[in-house]
């Protein structure tokens, strides 16, 4: 804050003396020195006293005497910046002492003075730049604090996107290998398929957390839109979920027109998530239904299943991250509770809206309305 901020409000002072006169004294300098500035002063006599006061009375600057009744030394400086670390502190003290004075400032005060050295405007003006120091202070602390989270960022990400995944990517890798060349009677070929599908839903996991960490560093979703069509995609997509799970039914229905300008690869992850979801969420003698038609200026695309209800107290929250539709007790758990939410963010980024409804006599249907194009989305940005 600059100067003339500081100039045009009241500051509040904690003036922590327990001689009446010095106090009366210091009361009476700041009222009279200063024709910019008001100042509010609360006295207190007892290092308790301020101790019980500091935190809760949105003080500008504390004014501290050294010698008090429950207090001596620089001691009184910790005591009171453990209980209001944030408000910047000026020594008031008899000693003409530099080297006290020196240890007073590595304590953490912001200026050390002497009585019967101090005048008004020598007051006014230590308290003033005590509270500017404090705040250059307190804003460098949170740009250190920034570019440490930066930097663990980066490390973090770095470590998701390259030292997991590469080996992930090398068991996976060898686990088909094995499956496809190693000759492996039937029990070995069972034990390097679960290694191999573990692999693959830890795989999963790490993009989903990726992803979680991006949007939550507030990176979000960088789109990297192209003319497709969704037809196409669902295809790919129920086909691929029908060979990972050959005992249920899809029943996929398309009309319309399917065409588009929609990020491909995070469409498929939308959808894949959602259909897994309704997959892992229902029995196994029940079907899912994926139905996409046009709606308005977009599509609409439902998935259907037919488990358990989602409770109503977790409707609201069903697209927060790390919420499941159900208690896990009796559901295999093969995620971190990341994919609704991941796939609420895809949608939201790419104008549209995804939305649930669930009771026990029309099941559980999930819906998203997608704008064909960019600038028709909810709160899209309008070209220029």
Sequence with gaps: MSPKAVDEQTLRVLLVEDNPGDARLFREELRESSSLTRFEVLHVDRLSEALRVVGDAHLDVVLLDLSLPDGHGLANISHLLQAAPSVPLVVLTGTDDERLAVQAVHQGAQDYLVKGQVTGPLLVRALRYAIERKRVEEGLKREEAARRTAVFREQFLGILGHDLRNPLLAISGNASLLLRYGGLAEPQRKAVSRISGSADRMARMIDDLFDFTRMRLGEGYALNRARMNLHDLLLQVVEELEVAHPGRRFELSLSGNGWGEWDAGRMAQATSN???????????????????????????????????????????????????????????????????????????????????????????RFWMHLPRHPYQGIGAAQPT
Excluded: K
């Design 274 to 364: 959602l259909v897994g979801n309704a997959v892992q969420y229902s029995p196994e003698d029940t079907a899912v239904t994926v139905a996409l038609c046009d709606e308005d200026d977009g599509v609409r695309l439902e998935v259907h299943n037919w488990g358990l209800p989602i409770p109503s107290e977790r409707l609201p929250h069903i697209f927060d991250p790390f919420v499941r539709a159900q208690d896990m007790c009796s559901v295999q758990r093969n995620g971190l509770g990341l994919g609704l939410y991941i796939t609420h963010e895809i949608v939201r980024a790419h104008g549209g809206l995804l939305r649930v409804s669930s009771s026990p006599r029309e099941g559980t």
